[in-house]
């Protein structure tokens, strides 16, 4: 029996006796979906930051704070508009960009590279910044996409609770799926907050990952793609 990839990874806890905090720290994935429940879009903006912001005062007020004082009265309404509004806009498909393709006229046979596109997204397991730069590139088979709207799809996909390595992939199917090709290439080098302002607490390591399809697989255009990137 083919076991699906959350099955296999309870199984695989069972067998080493990993406990969730262990979990979070070993950068576990378990699809390249985001996890959604079937009850996500049940509820409106408003309805959700209203929610948020309860849980979130109930938070505050567990920790000891004082929710009368100036500064903090507000904070579960902003954590609230943050959540929905910013930092997890990227869950709701409604916000998911719109993309128009244009006529590939000058016949650019070559990869097109849009590097060093900024990325904040949150560490799913801990809730806290991962920041770093997307670098992608693909080659038209007909049509082209405007630049600013390959920031836009990694800025989509980084806007939800994350695990880079599927962000990475999220990015590059969504590019194949948009640009009619397997000819794309992205690459994540990022900084996680939850490895340098907890745990381990280690402020100079980062994490890179990537994602190659079609003509990237060849070594030889893996590595013109690298060479633009000074990798």
Not at 90 to 98: E, H, S, V
Not at 163 to 191: F, S, Y
Not at 192 to 208: E, F, I, M, P
Request: charged content about 30%.
């Amino acid at each position: 029996m083919k076991l699906n990839g959350t099955l296999l990874n309870t199984q695989r806890r069972e067998m080493i006796k990993i406990s969730d905090e262990d979990i979070g720290d070993n950068h576990l994935w378990t699809s390249i979906e985001t996890p959604m429940n079937d009850s996500a879009f049940e509820q409106t903006a408003e309805e959700k930051k209203a929610k948020i912001a309860h849980h979130f005062r109930e938070i505050m007020d567990t920790l000891g704070l004082d929710l009368k004082d100036d500064s903090l009265k507000g904070t579960p309404d902003r954590v609230a508009k943050m959540y929905v509004e910013e930092i997890f806009s990227g869950l709701d498909p409604m916000n998911k960009p719109k993309i128009a393709l244009f006529e590939n006229k000058y016949q650019y046979g070559e990869m097109l590279v849009e590097k060093n596109i900024t990325l904040f997204s949150n560490c799913e397991h801990h809730f806290v910044p991962i920041i770093g730069k997307a670098h992608i590139a693909y080659i038209s088979k007909g049509k082209v996409i405007g630049l600013s709207k390959l920031n836009r799809i990694a800025q989509y996909f980084a806007k939800r609770p994350q695990v880079q390595e599927r962000l990475t992939i999220q990015i590059g199917k969504e590019l194949e799926k948009v640009l009619g090709t397997k000819d794309v290439a992205v690459i994540i080098d990022a900084e996680h907050l939850c490895v340098s302002s907890r745990g381990v607490k280690d402020v100079n390591s980062a994490t890179v990952t990537s994602y190659y399809g079609g003509k990237f697989e060849n070594q030889e255009t893996k590595k013109e793609f690298l060479a633009y990137l000074n990798f």
